[in-house]
């Protein structure tokens, strides 16, 4: 269950997605009695333009050709519309808020965040410290990104904000040995949580997923059971372009959970609903804005509200 505050985030944040989505949808049923098949061609434009994708908007226009017969009011096809993208979204089974999941017995619990350049890692790792801070668990956030100083910097800017443990490389040195010098340190002052922040990669490029995997290797060696978690990070503006990434990294490098940023952003918040259908992986965390309390526990009920409305 989201909070108030977290419920006017989505409101806030999902405002232009809403505005295309609902805004179009509302003009093709608006004053009329009964809907045929040039309605229905409408709506699959105004979803795929959306960013929903070509196969949910089938399904979905196919849904509706089903089951609105009847009454077209607003309120009952919105709340059709809501019912049904709820339905797409959720997690089975349901996911769990990670600052929730107990560390191991022994050691901290250990998330490396990945993605491409620029989709939103490092601000997410400063904002994910933070909530797991709030849930009064200590962290360390690990900046395994040196191929620049400069984002470096960055998170160790976001470490101070959120209160968290800094372990930084230097500039050009081995991303593999600064996660071995962050776990064993972890490991000694018995830090809860650690957040590993990667360089920016794509998954077409083999080097760089190869130092992926040995990031991994060398957590696995200081922990047994790491990495626990593996986040990658989506950049919502980026439309269907975040579709592609997603299917690839998560064939290529074990991704466990989801984190979509910048929902507000662009009238793009419908790519959603194909990343969460389609990949069977659990988004956990939604982009709503810049600031530290701006990454929310994704709440399915309160997406569909966001970009439809109430
Ligand atoms: N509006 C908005 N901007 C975001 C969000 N997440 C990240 N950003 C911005 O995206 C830009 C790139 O973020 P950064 O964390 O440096 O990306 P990285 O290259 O993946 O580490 C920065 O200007 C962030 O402030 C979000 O949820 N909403
Ligand atoms: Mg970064």
Redesign the pocket.
């Known amino acids: 269950m989201s909070t108030e505050k977290e419920q006017q985030l989505y409101q806030q944040g999902l405002e232009k997605t809403r505005g295309s989505l609902w805004g179009r949808i509302k003009s093709v049923f608006g004053g009329k009695t009964s809907i045929g098949e040039e309605e229905f061609e409408q709506l699959e434009e105004i979803f795929i333009t959306g960013d929903v994708g070509m196969q949910y908007t089938m399904k979905l226009v196919e849904d509706l050709r089903r089951s609105v017969t009847g009454d077209l009011s607003d309120i009952q096809i919105r709340s059709y519309l809501r019912g049904w993208i709820e339905g797409v979204v959720k997690a089975k089974p349901p996911a769990m808020a990670p600052e929730s999941i107990p560390s191991p017995d022994s050691g901290p619990r250990v998330t490396i965040i990945v ?1 491409v ?8 790792v400063g904002k994910l410290a933070y909530k797991y801070i709030q849930a009064g668990r200590s962290t360390m956030v690990v900046a395994a ?1 040196t191929y620049r100083a400069a ?1 470096v910097k ?1 998170l160790q800017i976001w470490s101070e904000r959120s209160g968290a443990l800094f372990v930084g490389g230097q500039e050009g040195g081995d991303p593999a040995a600064v996660v071995h010098d962050s776990l064993t340190s972890a490991l000694k002052t018995g830090v809860s949580n650690v957040l590993i ?1 990667t360089a ?1 990669r794509l998954h077409t490029k083999e080097p760089l997923m190869r130092e992926l995997e040995k990031i991994r290797n060398v957590a696995g060696k200081i922990i047994e059971s790491a990495p626990h978690e593996v986040l990658l ?1 989506l950049d919502a503006t980026t439309g269907q372009n975040a579709l592609v990434q997603a299917r690839e990294f998560v064939q290529a490098a074990g991704v466990t959970g989801v984190v979509i ?5 662009s009238a793009r918040g419908g790519i959603l609903i194909p990343i969460a259908g389609e990949l069977g992986l659990p988004v956990l965390y939604v ?4 600031g530290l309390e ?2 929310v526990e994704f709440d399915p009920a309160e997406y569909a509200k966001g970009i439809i409305g109430e």
């Open positions: 993605g350049n620029g989709t939103g890692k490092t601000t997410t990104d984002a960055q922040d920016g990070v940023t910048k929902m507000d952003g982009g709503l804005g810049e701006d990454l």
